[in-house]
Nanobody, 125 residues
């Protein structure tokens, strides 16, 4: 059965860095993405990457600070988070799509068929 397993979350001071990993298994996925949800807020798109890794997409608030990448040989997608801010505090979820789509659809949670269990990221001020 296909599944996604995130790791790498934790507690970090503002200005610090973390790298999240998402190990995929059970099938081949198309685009993959990261979403986050802070307490009392709706789930928010963070970043996505195309199947081949040649195209990436980011929410404006993380551009220049976060980098999404994938290693298809390892079936793993990463989110390198630098210059972290307290407002980045959230549970981060990995998501994977099972069909090809265009760039605009990757921002939408409904495109993704599989989701990980989430990993907590806490940034202290």
């Amino acid at each position: 059965q296909a599944q996604l397993v995130e790791s790498g979350g934790g507690l970090v001071q503002a200005g610090g860095s973390l790298r999240l990993s998402c190990a995929a298994s059970g099938r081949t996925f198309y685009a993959m993405g990261w979403f986050r949800q802070a307490p009392g807020k709706e789930r928010e798109f963070v970043a996505a990457i195309s199947r081949g890794g040649g195209s990436t997409y980011y929410v404006d608030s993380v551009k220049g600070r976060f980098t999404i990448s994938r290693d298809n040989a390892k079936n793993t997608v990463y989110l390198q988070m630098n210059s972290l801010k307290p407002e980045d505090t959230a549970v981060y979820y990995c998501a994977a799509g099972t069909f090809a789509g265009s760039g605009s659809v990757y921002y939408i949670g409904g495109y993704y068929d599989y989701w990980g269990q989430g990993t907590q990221v806490t940034v202290s001020s």
